[in-house]
């Protein structure tokens, strides 16, 4: 009966240090179970997996991919002339050529006799960014 009193009194003496700071014991956490774990990381691969579905085709939309290089044929100039028809003129050879492209393919409009002579610096974001800076500076002149 000697072991029973000073068992009590280190149980009472343990408790009083988590007692006096209203500290509780730590309650006990449920597992997670597996089956959630792996739902988690499937929808996680298939939100990465639709991300890179989407931005390539948004590329393939604004024409970021870069063409094949080819002496031989080229695309001079393509103009959008609606929601998916465009003309578009090629250079073959020494010649041009203007050619319209459909949903329902490529049509021949014009073998050209003259060929059209094209700016030689393209028109680029860069004139933009010209421009907004002299107006920024105060420079109203274009």
Avoid: C, H, N, Y
């Avoid at 449920?30 to 990465?48: E, Y």
């Avoid at 948004?58 to 031989?72: C, G, K, N, Q, V």
């Avoid at 073998?111 to 500076?137: C, I």
């Amino acid at each position: 009966m000697t072991d029973s009193p000073r068992l009590a009194l280190a149980l009472t003496l343990a408790a009083i240090p988590a007692a006096a700071f209203g500290a509780a014991p730590p309650a006990p956490v449920a597992p997670v179970a597996a089956a959630s774990g792996f739902a988690q990381v499937a929808a996680s691969l298939l939100l990465i997996v639709g991300v890179i579905v989407a931005l390539a085709w948004l590329a393939t939309r604004l024409r970021l991919t870069p063409r094949a290089a080819s002496s031989a044929l080229r695309i001079l100039a393509d103009v959008p002339v609606g929601p998916k028809e465009r003309v578009v003129l090629l250079k073959v050879g020494d010649g041009q050529a203007l050619v319209g492209v459909g949903a329902d393919g490529v049509r021949s409009l014009e073998l050209l006799a003259r060929p059209v002579e094209l700016p030689s610096e393209p028109v680029t974001g860069a004139a933009f960014a010209e421009r907004l800076k002299k107006l920024m500076a105060g420079s109203t002149r274009p």
